[in-house]
């Protein structure tokens, strides 16, 4: 572990170059360097899924589907999607499958299966379920043609499959993991499915590197204080738990993609803070007794977004039995903000270290755009990879998950 951190803008531009030549540091110029072949392709294979089909089933665990999941979610995509995505393989249970194949039941359906190594057990079993249900609705030819598969370029069992079955393919690069993918086709395509506008996820993202990472603005970077500062946090004060939080249900998935992030990456060698979340004012009822007075091993990290240009307000009424005449005509986005102010004055009070990243973009009727969402996932994912640097550990590999995949496969007997 290194002591010698405090601020120090030497040490954090010696990591992002030690970022920007890892093997596995390739996501870092996804923002500025995504092939445009690429892109093309990601447009125009999106259009063809938009026309023939009314689901796109994304099968995938980990870092193959909850970046994806979580942009989609965030904006509300599904509402307005001409072709609506589902998410299968990220658990083991019949009923879950069971309920997805219910409701592709009657309706037009492609298959984006994505796993790097294509041996992962979750989605492989998915896939088959799926396929066979592909296969049966519409023939061994045409179920070919519905299925994109985003794999190894060069090897694995998913990537072989596809190329001897003539499968569509996108590339995981061979320089990015999963939890550092979503800006790749792995998030990129099934996205550009549901409508989103990928350019301005990646402009978003480029403005954050521009902003936060260039050597001439590390001195003011929100990024790198908030990477430097969780790490003094943990390492001088004893806060092993970091709590994400937010006043935004939407965002129940961005959480989940964090927890991720932060999790696999750092959590390792017997280190690394623990990630957990919060959508709040909902937890306020139920964990914020803890985060108030339970034990002060956490410190906690806002996000707050531009308040909402529409939103709705407190009605009037002829009575005033519920005794809320004194928020009559308020709008919920003032409230939700008074409460923002109130939660983090009183977890302040309580001794808990809070951070707040807000997010701005007026060019969204309401903070929560592609562009915004953009800005914070490149935003956290370079902040994770110097905090896990900062602990010492590498933040690309996830040998835990390996040990948990070997102990399985034993007993399945493979
Ligand atoms: O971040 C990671 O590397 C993991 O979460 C993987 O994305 C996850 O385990 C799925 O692996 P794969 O894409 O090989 O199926």
Request: charged fraction near 25%.
């Amino acid at each position: 572990m290194r002591n010698d951190i405090d601020l120090d803008y030497n040490l954090a531009a010696e990591i992002i170059e030690d970022i920007k030549e890892d093997p596995m540091g390739d996501w870092f110029f996804l923002p500025d360097r995504f092939p445009a072949v690429e892109f093309e392709k990601i447009r125009s294979v999106a259009k063809r899924v938009q026309e023939d089909s009314d689901y796109l089933v994304c099968i995938g665990i980990g870092g193959s589907y909850l970046g994806a999941r979580a942009v989609y979610e965030a904006l509300d995509l599904g509402s307005t999607a001409r072709c609506k995505l589902l998410f299968a393989g990220n658990n083991l249970s019949s009923r879950e499958l069971k309920k997805l194949l219910k409701t592709l039941d009657g309706h037009d359906f492609s298959l984006n299966v994505i796993s790097k190594s294509g041996t992962t057990l979750e989605p492989a079993i998915a896939f088959r379920v799926l396929k066979q249900a592909l296969i049966k609705k519409y023939g061994e030819a045409e179920a070919k043609k519905r299925i994109i598969a985003t794999t190894d370029p060069e090897k694995g069992a998913l990537h072989d499959e596809a190329v001897a079955s003539g499968y569509e393919t996108f590339d995981v690069p061979l320089g990015i993991g999963g939890r550092y993918s979503v800006l790749s086709p792995v998030g990129l395509f099934p996205l550009a499915v549901a409508g989103c506008d990928i350019e301005a996820l990646l402009s978003g993202a480029r403005e954050c590197k521009e902003t936060q990472v260039s050597p001439e603005h590390l001195e003011d970077s929100m990024l790198v204080s908030y990477a430097f500062s969780r790490f003094y946090l943990y390492d001088e004060c004893g806060c092993d738990v970091e709590v994400l939080a937010s006043f935004e249900p939407s965002l129940l998935y961005f959480n989940e993609w964090w927890k991720q992030l932060f999790g696999e990456s750092e959590g390792k060698d017997g280190q690394g803070i623990f990630p957990a979340s919060v959508i709040y004012s909902t937890d306020l009822h139920s964990l914020g007794q803890y985060l108030q007075d339970g034990r002060r091993n956490i410190f906690e990290t806002f996000l707050r977004f531009s308040p909402e240009q529409d939103s709705l307000t407190v009605p009037k009424t002829a009575d005033n039995f519920d005794e809320l005449d004194y928020l009559e005509d308020a709008e919920l986005t003032k409230i939700s903000d008074k409460a923002f102010d109130a939660t983090v004055k009183a977890h302040e009070s309580g001794g808990i270290s809070t951070f707040t990243i807000e997010v701005l973009d007026s060019t969204s009727p309401h903070g929560l755009s592609e562009r915004s969402l953009g800005f914070l996932i490149f935003f956290f994912e370079t902040a994770c990879a110097i905090s896990a640097m900062l602990h010492g550990v590498d933040p690309f590999n996830q040998p835990g998950v390996e040990k948990y995949k070997k102990e399985m496969f034993k007993l399945l007997g493979k």
